[in-house]
């Protein structure tokens, strides 16, 4: 039995998936929409409006926080491009 050891080289990420990567406030914008959703829908489950509408705050700051943070994506891209 003989064992072969091959190396491989890491080249860059290519600019495809660089925009895959996500920074922290699309991350956070995202967690808060999905963490909102789940306090609207268990809101609404057991009868209480206050929650619901809580859950619907929620996942509106995430959204901002979302769009915020592709928007600074953004910039950063086209600031790479130049």
């Known amino acids: 039995?003989?064992?072969?050891?091959?190396?491989?080289?890491?080249?860059?990420?290519?600019?495809?998936?660089?925009?895959?990567?996500?920074?922290?406030?699309?991350?956070?914008?995202?967690?808060?929409?999905?963490?909102?959703?789940?306090?609207e829908v268990a809101g609404r489950t057991v009868g209480s409006e206050r929650q619901?509408?809580?859950?619907?705050?929620k996942q509106i700051e995430g959204k901002v926080q979302k769009n915020y943070g592709d928007a600074r994506e953004s910039v950063k891209d086209s600031l790479k491009d130049r």
């Open 1 to 39: 039995m003989s064992l072969s050891l091959t190396t491989t080289t890491v080249s860059p990420l290519s600019r495809t998936e660089r925009k895959r990567i996500m920074n922290k406030d699309q991350i956070k914008g995202r967690a808060k929409e999905a963490a909102g959703k789940v306090q």
């Open 52 to 57: 619901e509408a809580k859950g619907l705050g």
